[in-house]
């Protein structure tokens, strides 16, 4: 037993080591080094680390023990799982779906419920509302949305208008909290254009429509940066999926 577990030790001051990309370089804390090596988690989702680079985004984010976290849009859990572990018994973390979204995609949501079924996993609500309606039942610490930002102005979601989304989620947070957006990169000047074909978004309109709401921009991490993407192929296609250029906003409630 004892090369497993140093092993595991060696794997955690590693992951404390890494920084990620901002307006300064972030240590990863402990926790969240822990949360990302926690040998519970699925070999599924541990394939996806080094793609979606969990650490630093974390990191970045300022996600702590006893956070209060809304997960809007979870997708197939990945984060979700992640935040529950950082957050623990103390905190709390919800996993929102815009109904809309949830009836264009029964089967992810069908399978995030039945993966929260654990008992390592009670600090987890599952929530499904109106997409023109995000709420939470007490305020948020952090709101955090991955790769799901683009898809409200989309005709299967209402459509519903960003400005609707951001103010839910500035009245949803407490003063200083934390909205964090990560959204595949479209070519600049684009707007809005490639959000239904594509399935990208100008970074420029995320970060005008964001403060506009009352949000201060804090910064961005490039992990997910990749300069090789050419931002025309739409992000389900062969050559470039699973590898987009990505951006990663952090804005704040201002306090």
């Not at 590693?14 to 990302?36: D, E, F, I, M």
């Not at 089967?107 to 039945?114: A, D, I, L, R």
Request: aromatic share 8%; net charge neutral.
């Amino acid at each position: 037993m004892r090369k497993p577990i140093i092993a595991l030790a060696a794997g955690l001051m590693a992951l404390s080591t890494l920084a990620c990309s901002g307006p300064a370089q972030t240590a990863v804390p402990a926790y969240v080094a822990a949360a990302v090596a926690d040998p519970s988690r699925s070999e599924m989702m541990r394939a996806r680390d080094t793609a979606r680079k969990p650490a630093e985004l974390l990191a970045f984010s300022g996600v702590k023990p006893g956070d209060k976290v809304g997960d809007l849009i979870p997708g197939g859990g990945y984060f979700t799982g992640l935040f529950s572990l950082v957050v623990g018994p103390k905190g709390h973390v919800y996993s929102i779906w815009p109904a809309e979204y949830a009836k264009e995609d029964a089967e992810e949501v069908k399978g995030v419920t039945s993966g929260m079924t654990d008992p390592r996993f009670a600090n987890v609500t599952i929530l499904i509302q109106p997409a023109a309606a995000f709420a939470a039942p007490e305020s948020l610490d952090m709101v955090w949305t991955s790769q799901n930002y683009h898809d409200y102005p989309d005709p299967f979601m209402g459509p519903t208008d960003p400005a609707v989304l951001n103010k839910a989620v500035f009245k949803a947070l407490k003063p200083g909290g934390i909205f964090l957006v990560i959204d595949h990169v479209a070519e600049p000047g684009s707007g809005l254009r490639d959000i239904n074909t594509l399935h990208r978004i100008d970074p420029a309109i995320v970060k005008a429509q964001v403060t506009a709401a009352g949000f201060v921009y804090e910064g961005e991490s490039t992990v997910l940066h990749n300069p090789a993407d050419p931002h025309t192929a739409a992000v389900f296609d062969k050559s470039i999926r699973g590898h987009t250029d990505q951006f990663a906003f952090k804005f704040k409630k201002p306090g």
